[in-house]
């Protein structure tokens, strides 16, 4: 095997897509409990680029330099000591977190963060998942407690998924109709998001830069159980008003800001809250999403592709929050 990879690394905080360096670097070498992936593709998810911001520097500070990139799709070429449950030439994806490492022709991954990617779920399919879906799955069916069982609802419930044409929001989407919610969403670029956007099942959506996403009232007068707010921060002051009385709203990107508003309403008398929310990478809703997809009823959306010589090209876009689904970095050899 070769000793060295091409990777993608910057040495320090900020500068955006024009800090990231392309390198030759040794392979990293596999240890206890870790494998080697051969990288087929990444995607970029706006952690990756928060974390060039800073966001994540006082509690999991990269080590510079930091080679980026969470979400891998790939092939194992070598286990650690203690690795059986993988071998070689598995198939596998990996969502890496704050570690990062995907954005190389190599990447390691420990085993709690892998599973054995099927047939009928590519490699770009694989790559998609990660971050993006897991918050989606555990947003839907852990916090606003849409059973995706097979079963419906035994109340009729609603749910307002903004930014719903991006990365977690696609997924989102087809996760709560799966559940049999009744789904308004909001997105903006324009009448081709909003059609993708009710292709993906959403029973109402809303354009967010006009009067009525601004002010994410349903069209047909209801009131949400459950936001899943994916789109960009507003107060929770501007959710209340369309809440059910114990309507909450769940924040994918908690801020400083945000994270003052979800303390306000956690301590406040009224049933109407804002919670922050962190997803868990695990493998069991690796292989549930899996499913979902070979059966056809989960898809995945790419808005870009590109290959890791372009790696800024998948950066920028993503850099714009302006996306339709996910951007996609391949790795192969001459990509
Ligand atoms: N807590 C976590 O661990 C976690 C995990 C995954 C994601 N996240 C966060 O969740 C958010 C969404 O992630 P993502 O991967 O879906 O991001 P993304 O792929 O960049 O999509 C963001 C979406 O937000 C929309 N948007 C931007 N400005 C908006 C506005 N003013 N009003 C309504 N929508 C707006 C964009 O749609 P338009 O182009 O239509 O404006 C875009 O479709 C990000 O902030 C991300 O950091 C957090």
Redesign the pocket.
Known sequence: MTKTMRAVQYSGYGGGAAALKHVEIPVPTVKKDYVLIKVEAVSI???DW?IQDGYVKHILPPRFPHIPGTDVSGEVVSVGHGVTTFAPGDKVVGCLGTFGGGLAEYALAHISTIAKRPSGVTALDGACLG??AF?ALQSVRDWAGVQLNGSKPKVPMNVLI??A?????TFAVQLAKLGGVHVTA????GAR?MELVKSLGADEVLD?KAAEGESLKSPSGKKYDTVIQ???YMPFAHFKPQLSPSGKVID???SPKSMMSSATSLASFSKQKCVP???STNSTDYYFLFSLMQQKKLKTVIDSQFPLSQAEKAWAA?MT????GKVIVTCTEHS
Do not use: I, M, W
């Open positions: 998810n706006p952690l928060k971050e993006a918050s903004t930014g044409g991006g990365g977690v929001g909001t997105c903006g670029d998001q967010s994916c789109g960009e994918l990107a908690p929310f962190l997803p993503s929050g302006h996306v339709t």
